[in-house]
């Protein structure tokens, strides 16, 4: 009850946001990303990403170039990326389904990857890879959805996993 509720609320603030900021309620374009999170002692569910060797879970979301959440899916650190995107786009058909492009980075390669996102929800995939001189580049619209991240992690509770 309280997940509808909260649901309810925060498709209604981001509706809002987005007409008083003149744009369409639903967003044509989403870039999608996902964080491993550490986990305390206490938590229920676990699993370890290799890559970023961290024991614990996965945010995978989905934002507009305002940064606002449209999509969010949370696994074990275990699942990859791509696995992660499908599922949070399976789930969330209903708030993504006038999204004609999604914008990811390169742990989203794949012709499988866009094939299935293409089948879930009818839209394309972008890819956007880092550059072959292995510089630190601000990668185009790319840091939207890092910077969501940091906002997120404004809030205490939100730097660990702690749930049972």
């Known amino acids: 009850m309280t997940q509808v509720f909260s649901k309810k609320c925060i498709k209604k603030l981001v509706e809002t946001y987005r007409e008083h900021d003149g744009r369409k309620k ?12 550490k986990n305390t ?8 990403d290799a890559g970023k060797k961290i024991s614990g879970i996965k945010r995978h979301i989905a934002v507009d170039t ?3 959440i449209h999509a969010i899916q949370i696994t074990t650190a275990n699942i990859t990326d791509r696995e ?7 789930r969330h058909k209903k708030a ?13 390669t794949g012709p499988s990857f866009a094939q299935s996102i293409k ?26 959805v890092e910077r969501t991240f940091a906002w997120l992690e404004n809030y205490r509770r939100l730097w660990k996993n702690c749930e049972l």
């Open 119 to 144: 089948e879930t929800i009818d839209c394309s995939v972008e890819v956007i890879k880092r550059s072959e001189l292995h510089k630190f580049v601000v990668l185009p619209k790319r840091w939207i």
């Open 66 to 68: 305002n940064g606002l």
């Open 96 to 108: 993504l389904d006038k999204v004609t492009n999604i914008l990811c980075d390169g742990g989203y």
């Open 41 to 48: 002692w206490t938590a229920g569910e676990k699993g370890y």
């Open 84 to 90: 992660g995107a499908i599922q949070m786009c399976e």
């Open 26 to 37: 639903q967003t044509s374009f989403c870039i999608v990303d996902a964080q491993s999170v």
